[in-house]
């Protein structure tokens, strides 16, 4: 399994924070590698990624379910690969620091099945980072929209 996690400090109340992740197409472009989502309903969404890995072009769709939505301060979701093998969960959760807020993403993935061994290392390369990325984006957006 690969974890990442990634805190920033946001100089917004938290429920300017709320505001933004709470409303997808907010913040869906930001995610890295994201080409295109498709909303289902107000609890899932299917995401297509798109990227190179040493060279090799790779598109990847996934399910997104929130499986839990406590305003202001935290979003939980599943994940389940379509194209390819692999679960997973995250989190968003905002922490109000007295008019600031400190916002925590937070996403694990298993790679499962036969390409499982073979994704492994890839994820664990790339988890961590889009934690990071993501996090670091929305920050920005929340900042200048607030």
Known sequence: ????????EIPVDVQA??????DLEKWATTVPAYKEHEIINDKQSIWTFEGNVKGIKK??????????WNEPSNITFELK???????????????DLNGKTKMTCTVEVHAGGLSGAM???????AVPKV??????SIARKIAVFS
């Open 1 to 8: 399994m690969a974890t990442g996690t990634h805190t920033v």
């Open 131 to 136: 934690a990071s990325r993501l996090t670091e």
């Open 17 to 22: 924070v709320w505001d933004y992740v709470s």
């Open 59 to 68: 598109t990847i769709q996934a399910q997104v379910d929130i499986t839990e």
């Open 81 to 95: 690969g379509l194209t390819d093998n692999f679960t997973g969960s995250g989190h968003f959760t905002a922490t």
């Open 119 to 125: 994704l492994t290392p890839i994820i664990k390369w």
